[in-house]
């Protein structure tokens, strides 16, 4: 087959994995709602951003005053290859129908298509803040002709690293066949790093404050000329131009050359990743043999009830499979930002605040645990959980006491540990004794989100693949139980600490607080319980 042929190929790819993205993002009225809330969540705070780039691009007068554009010139080709090695990890390391697409066309044009489609969806998501970002700074600047300029520097780099990241992401994929321990390892210092970002980003502006210019300082070393000179041919026919540097037109060229170069890399590694098998390692044990079942015999208490011995095995099964919590990684959004309150903290007010975080750590978790997504993990089992006599409700109480298996020692073990070093240990106890409450409520109302909107299909999530409940019920819940369950702690530390007085006002809100807080979750658990006893197995 010739390279053109290939090309036409690889576009026709492109444009039926991107339509088929297109109809899964559309193909149910509650993920275009989900895509709305989104959209205008990060809208909003693009909204307020833009403002200030556009004043940015009023006062800067050569491009050498623009902030930091050593490091983005720097930033750009080698954050592009790590998203392009990331989503080729995720995403693009096969392709749907992946035997029927191979004996059809040359590797070389699903590589193509593979690409070119990922770039697109990219661009769908991320195109339009990026695009609007550059418009604000070229509208301030007062050369509009910035946006068509810095497409053009673009679009040779996003090539080339794109590529390359494809060719380097299907090269790891090669390793962990062979070393699936590895692949592992690397998930959980991703996931470790996420955490790591996002809680070290609620530090950055204040370090930037208080030390700006050592951050500068140090940021200065971080540079490499040819690329920023290249950078800077966007700002051709603005009054940001600067003379043409030939180093800049040695990094078109490369990137230009590596292009073709980079495809022919990533086809021979899809060659040998798609056309090889997999190293498969036999038991040594034969499957009949006896092993060790006596751990899925439920200790005291869980033997106590026919709930307790559910609820160990879904703590068991989550032992063994710790991918399915992956989902609960979402909590780290929203407690993100209370790492400027525990720094700013110190003496008494610190511990106060570790205790409210264990508090409504444990809260999230006892129903995000096993709650959010029940019908959808009960699937493979479905057939028996409706058949067998046992009533639904014995189910759902099950996932309830596993979640709280999980959330009551970060509710209870949190506060009392952190207060009892403080002068008054007793607000511990308080704080304790609400938690367990909390983490009741929390697990209840899960159950009801989650069995509103059902995910039955396996897809990723972090880089796991597993049957994760939908995003939208675990952001909404999330938001629910964070603020709600602040919103409590702040009110009973000001009544413990005697600042709130008890006046008619004052009791009214607290009883409204109360009934929304035990009227909601057991609504949930009812519905949750109805969809249980009404559920066929023709509406899953």
Not at 245 to 262: E, I, K, Y
Not at 333 to 345: C, D, H, I, R
Not at 488 to 493: E, K
Request: proline residues 6%; glycine residues 12%.
């Amino acid at each position: 087959m010739t390279l053109a042929r290939d090309v036409r190929h690889g576009l026709r790819i492109c444009r039926a994995e991107f339509v088929r993205s297109v109809r899964g993002y559309l193909r149910d009225g509650r993920r275009v709602l989900g895509l709305v809330l989104l959209a205008l969540f990060f809208g909003g705070s693009l909204l307020f951003t833009l403002p200030g780039v556009f004043l940015v691009g009023q006062r800067v007068r050569t491009a050498a005053a623009i902030p930091f554009l050593d490091q983005v010139a720097v930033a750009l080709p080698v954050g592009l290859a790590l998203v392009a090695v990331v989503r080729t990890l995720e995403r693009i390391g096969g392709a749907e129908a992946e035997a029927l697409l191979l004996t059809t066309v040359h590797p070389r044009a699903v590589v193509v298509g593979l690409v070119t489609a990922e770039l697109s969806r990219l661009a769908l998501w991320f195109g339009l803040p990026i695009a609007a970002v550059a418009g604000a700074f070229a509208f301030g600047v007062g050369a509009p002709t910035l946006l068509l300029t810095a497409g053009l520097v673009v679009v040779p780099l996003v090539c080339s690293t794109a590529v390359w990241g494809y060719a380097a992401g299907l090269g790891l994929l090669r390793v962990f066949r062979r070393l699936p321990t590895l692949r592992r390892v690397l998930k959980l210092g991703g996931i470790a790093a996420l955490v790591g970002a996002v809680v070290g980003s609620q530090f950055v502006g204040q370090y930037l404050v208080t030390e700006g210019l050592a951050l500068g300082r140090g940021l200065s070393v971080v540079g490499v000329g040819p690329l920023t000179a290249y950078v800077s041919l966007a700002f051709v026919g603005t009054p940001l131009a600067r003379p043409i540097d030939p180093s800049a037109l040695g990094v078109l060229v490369v990137s230009l050359a590596l292009t073709p170069v980079g495809v022919v890399a990533a086809e021979r590694q899809a060659v040998a990743l798609w056309f090889t098998d997999g190293v498969t390692r036999r038991s040594t044990e034969s499957p009949d043999a006896g092993g060790d079942t006596g751990r899925f015999s439920p200790p005291r208490p869980y033997a106590w009830t026919k709930a307790g011995r559910v609820a160990w095995g879904f703590v068991l099964r989550a032992v063994r499979q710790p991918q399915q919590l992956v989902h609960l990684l979402v909590v780290v959004f929203f407690l993100g930002p209370f790492g400027g309150l525990l720094q700013s903290s110190s003496g008494d007010g610190l511990l106060a605040v570790i205790a409210g975080l264990g508090v409504v750590l444990g809260a999230y978790v006892s129903g995000a645990a096993f709650g959010l997504n029940p019908l959808g993990d009960d699937r493979p089992q479905l057939p028996l959980v409706l058949l067998t006599r046992t009533d639904p409700a014995t189910y759902l109480r099950g996932r309830v006491g596993a979640g709280l298996t999980i959330g009551l020692p970060f509710a209870v073990l949190v506060p009392v540990g952190a207060l009892a070093a403080s002068a008054t240990p007793r607000y511990g106890v308080a704080f304790a004794v609400a938690g367990v409450g909390w983490c009741v409520a929390s697990a209840l109302l899960a159950l009801g989100l989650g069995c509103a909107y059902p995910i039955y299909e396996e897809r990723e999530m972090w880089g796991v693949e597993t049957v994760s409940p939908s995003m939208l019920v675990t952001m909404a819940y999330a938001a629910v139980v964070v603020f709600g369950t602040g919103i409590g702690l702040v009110v009973l530390w000001y009544f413990v600490t005697g600042h709130l007085a008890p006046t008619g006002l004052a009791l009214a809100g607290v009883t409204l607080y109360l009934l929304a807080t035990l009227g909601v979750p057991a609504v949930s658990y009812g519905y949750a319980t109805r969809r249980y006893r009404r559920h066929t197995l023709d509406s899953s």
